[in-house]
């Protein structure tokens, strides 16, 4: 029987793929297992209301539904007859699942080789060892941290690594991208080279027979019906989709997982959406050399001159994407804001200086009610917005 998960503590609540609060209850099946990060129910009931049924998700991945049923079947019968439990074929995700695609032609099929979803799940854990994670961390609250690890499913791996995981638009696994960065700088390791969660897989004997078929990066959210309306952006690296996503979520971001992996074939399940290319500038013109011929595949595909009209010429040469843009943007904002605490808490400790902040204060909010004509709480509210109080401190002191 498929159950809502009983309350144990903050640990057994997820971040909410519409909310984004950590007020999510997932489903787990007989064997303890949830059946898919989105699927579950949100407690903020009235002001968000999500609630995915695993009926819901069943009817969308019925090869998952048709694997589940066979598996409880085997187990049964297994029971039954006394047989040890711990076969190959009682794996509650086997290690390779068989998702039939249909083309064009019906009578076409192919095979994509998956991940055992009790990988990504670990990978989950020690998210504290993760480099990448610790650098999100200097530039994001721990909250929007794990709002952003929530939604990419950032894993670690050993090593203080990062794995980047490829889950398509039916919630399978196609592999992980296994990278290590620099924990103060966010910068990709120039000395310990990627790897592939499959090629570690295949060397410890833990997976055979596997035919790697790659997908988008974070393809996995065209499943939550909070983005169906959002166009999706195309960055080139995995970090700059997920740093995206935080400064600009009116898009879905998603990452081909470097210049060349941009093509007909990873776009297919976007042929139906708004797509907008961010090629870092040393991609910009072959990018949009591709997009002519991709636009067979996707009609609605732009590639954005963004980068091109805001980088200076230092920039270009250096090769900058969009997320070192915002990374600067972003630190410098930080390093703004730490200033301003310094100074505040200066003035609130020198009377004479806090006296003369309460002065310039109480003067704008009398010229925004002669002036301005609006009310006293109008008034009141409107100089003491940050952006108010920063300048008055930044004018004046």
């Not at 007020?23 to 099946?29: M, S």
């Not at 303890?32 to 969308?60: I, L």
């Amino acid at each position: 029987m498929i159950q809502l998960e009983k309350y144990h503590g903050r640990n057994s609540r997820f971040i909410c793929p519409q909310c984004q609060k950590k007020e999510f209850v997932r489903y787990k099946d007989e064997q303890g297992e949830y059946v898919s990060f989105d699927v579950g129910r949100c407690n903020r009931e009235s002001s968000c209301g999500y609630h995915k049924k695993p009926k819901d998700y069943f009817a969308e991945n019925p090869k998952y539904n048709e694997n589940i049923k066979k598996e409880h079947r085997q187990s049964y019968l297994r029971t039954k007859r006394n047989i040890s439990l711990h076969s190959e074929t009682n794996q509650r995700f086997i290690s390779r699942q068989n998702v039939t695609l249909r083309q064009n032609n019906p009578r076409q099929n192919e095979t994509i080789s998956t991940i055992e979803k009790k990988y990504l799940t670990a990978s989950l854990e020690k998210c504290e060892q993760n480099n990448f994670v610790h650098f999100l961390k200097t530039l994001f609250t721990s909250d929007e941290v794990q709002i952003l690890i929530t939604r990419f499913a950032i894993g670690t791996a050993s090593g203080f690594k990062t794995v980047f995981w490829q889950i398509d638009r039916k919630g399978y696994i196609r592999t992980g991208r296994v990278m290590l960065f620099d924990k103060f700088n966010g910068k990709r390791s120039k000395v310990v080279h990627q790897n592939w969660i499959h090629s570690i897989l295949i060397k410890r004997g833990l997976l055979k027979d596997f035919e790697l078929k790659q997908c988008l990066f974070g393809e996995h959210q065209l499943l939550w019906d909070s983005e169906k309306h959002k166009a999706v952006a195309i960055v080139e690296a995995d970090k700059t989709a997920i740093i995206a996503s935080y400064f600009m979520p009116k898009f879905i971001w998603m990452s081909a997982g470097a210049k060349g992996y941009l093509n007909a074939e990873r776009l297919q399940p976007l042929a139906n959406r708004k797509v907008i290319l961010f090629p870092d500038t040393n991609a910009f013109v072959e990018w949009s050399e591709k997009a002519k011929s991709l636009r067979s595949i996707v009609p609605s595909l732009q590639v954005s001159d963004y980068l091109e009209r805001i980088l200076n010429e230092e920039q270009k040469k250096n090769g900058y994407d969009i997320a070192d843009f915002l990374i600067e943007k972003r630190i410098q904002q930080v390093i703004e804001r730490d200033y301003l605490i310094e100074k505040m808490d200066a003035i609130k400790a020198d009377e004479t200086l806090y006296n003369r902040f309460v002065e310039i204060i109480e003067e704008r909010k009398a010229v925004m009610m002669f002036d301005g004509k609006l009310s006293e709480v109008e008034a009141e509210k409107n100089v003491t917005l940050p952006e108010s109080v920063e300048q008055i401190i930044l004018s004046n002191f």
